[in-house]
């Protein structure tokens, strides 16, 4: 490693940043004062907490305390998409089971690929990663399909009334939420390298790696979050969409 | 013909804690050409919604062949007692999307032949097949949809104001249809309309007002 090192004194002046967000804040009267603070302090406390914890678990190696680590991520990622499928049924246990399946196959295949070790320094920043996305497109995937049952709630009905089964009537509005969902991970593996560095790569040549071995990692984590957007949340679609009918096969209102 | 196909007993709906229906009962009999009217918001799409398992009644009890229609299969009830509905949309890009559901949802290939057959018999033709669901008129629509619960024998059809976005040219083709499919093909219908012409050609006829039949006639 080089000498890779911020001081808090440097840590201090950088916060002159979030000083130009609260001036524009007070100039153009935008009324996010509270909230570019309170961003502010939860980055740096949020940050240092789990910095600490990090470092703790990777110095530990302990293979129960990773998968703890893991399963903690995976509940968050869970819980936060639960909260954007404006209150169906069993939210959490849907959200929990497609994002916790969806990052496991992804860590699998890494495993069985060799392309990552069973070290906590590898495992957890991965899965956090892995999560994250999953968490965003499962999210987008509940919105879409909410619109969706919003929007065609009419033709669901008439399909249903044709003799269709929930499945045969949601299964345009399934195909849509499952391609909204994937459709950011798949734009942004065409235009990586194009337009940004990707935060994996970027991190890794700042801590001195080669170019030529980042892009490797950042190609892999590009794979994996095609592979997991698409596979949570069709797990999470399938799951979801019974919750608009009832035991009688009716659209709920 | 004097089978009852439907006995409806003290059916009751709420919405909202809004009475929609109150103690509906009524008998239809196999065969039977059941017209029903009334002013609007009397309750009429409410009543074939459940009738269709689309909605559950708030209580009473709904027998279709002396069965609970609660304990049939509801795709396999629907597809025997198929529901078109007043204002239906179109689904898919294509007219033909909309013709070959009927098919996908049986697992069968699809008969354009049939498809073809009845879009003739509503006033259509094969060209019609291809078109875009958003470049055909409102009356189009409307007979594109009720083909849809045709290409598949049924035994009840319940029309909800099934001409009433039509000319008076392609609602009498319409109501030639309904009249042949009740007696040829012995059809049970029953169907809400808000034309007193079309009303009184009934074999059966309910007059319903604020959610509760206020006249009933049998031939
Ligand atoms: N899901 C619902 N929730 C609340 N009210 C409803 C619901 N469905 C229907 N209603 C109300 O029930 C009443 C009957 O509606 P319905 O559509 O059955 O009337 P209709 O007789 O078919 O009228 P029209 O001739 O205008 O088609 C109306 O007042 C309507 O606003
Ligand atoms: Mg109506």
Redesign the pocket.
Known sequence: MNSLNISNTSLIFASVLIVIALLIDYKEKLGLGKDIFIAAIRTVVQLFVIGYVLSYIFKLDNILVTLFMVLFIIVNAAINAAKRTGGIDKAFSISLIAIGVGTAVSLIVLFVSGALEWTPSQIVPITGMIASNAMTAVGVGYRSMNASFKDQRQQVLEKLALGADIKQATAPIIRHSIKSAMAPSIDRAKTVGLVSLPGMMSGLMFAGIEPTTAIRYQIVVMFMLIATTGFSTMIASYLAYKSYFNDRKQLL? | MSQPIFTLQDINFE??Q?K?LQHISFTVKQGELVTIT??????????LKIIATLLSETSGKILFHDKDINQYEPTEYRKLVSYCF?TPSLFGDTVQDNLSFPYEIRHKEFDQKRAIHLLERVGLDASYLDKSIHDISGGEKQRVALIRNLLFETDVLLL??VTSALDHENSQIIRDLIFQLNQEENITVLW?T?NPDEFKEGTHQIK?VE?QIQEEYHE
Do not use: C, F, R
């Open positions: 209102d | 919405a909202d809004k929609i009334g002013p609007s918001g009397s309750g009429k799409s409410t009543l007043q909800d104001e809400v808000h319903m959610g």
